[in-house]
T-cell receptor, first 113, second 114 residues
């Protein structure tokens, strides 16, 4: 158990509304990641953070923003949700004490109608 | 750039028979390689990892994988499949020379028949 909690776990929202997903970790890891999972694509990186207020884009960052004001929390925001953002979102941390291995939260299922 | 190919989108085996899930990667000289398993509606769990130590890596639940640099492969095997092994399996490559990302393959769905 890597101490990662995602909320909400399930959400249905309407097109055009803002949505924020929260990732909380309890072990003070520096690196945190947001991925989305879609059939046939595996997991694709949206954004990642390498410290408080330090973030960078991944390969599918369009339409998403992130913030990290505290070490333990990494927020993913969809400013104006679209149906193409219906997906499963996974937060992950990188554990430098464990061979730079990433560990995942349980996922957030988001449906945009 | 890094990339991962999982050669089979779906593998079906009978319970008690061997499992082989194939993975080929493209990266630099010394990547780190991982296999993760995902059961339905669950998060991803680490099965095993290769980080430049022994080329044959043993993981949880009887799985193992062999790093073959000459073939750029990291195939996952298990001698005898169990019904509980039915899941999605992801091969992942990470190379610090390419930033902080972990690149995932598209996944292989393993079905285990009774």
């Amino acid at each position: 158990d890597a101490g990662i909690t995602q909320s909400p776990r399930h959400k249905v929202t309407e097109t055009g509304t803002p949505v924020t997903l929260r990732c909380h970790q309890t072990e003070n890891h520096r690196y945190m990641y947001w991925y989305r999972q879609d059939p046939g694509h595996g997991l694709r990186l949206i954004h990642y953070s390498y410290g408080v207020k330090d973030t960078d884009k991944g390969e599918v960052s369009d339409g998403y923003s992130v913030s990290r004001s505290k070490t333990e929390d990494f927020l993913l925001t969809l400013e104006s949700a679209t149906s193409s953002q219906t997906s499963v979102y996974f937060c992950a941390i990188r554990n430098g004490n464990s061979g730079n291995t990433i560990y995942f939260g349980e996922g957030s299922w988001l449906t945009v109608v | 750039a890094q990339s991962v190919t999982q050669l089979d989108s779906h593998v079906s085996v009978s319970e008690g028979t061997p499992v082989l899930l194939r993975c080929n990667y493209s990266s630099s000289y010394s990547p780190s390689l991982f296999w993760y398993v995902q059961h339905p509606n669950k998060g991803l769990q680490l099965l095993l990892k290769y980080t430049s130590a022994a080329t044959l890596v043993k993981g949880i639940n009887g799985f193992e994988a062999e790093f073959k640099k000459s073939e750029t492969s990291f195939h996952l095997t298990k001698p005898s499949a169990h019904m509980s092994d039915a899941a999605e399996y992801f091969c992942v490559v990470s190379d610090p020379n390419y930033g902080q990302n972990f690149v995932f393959g598209p996944g292989t769905r393993l079905s285990v028949l009774p």
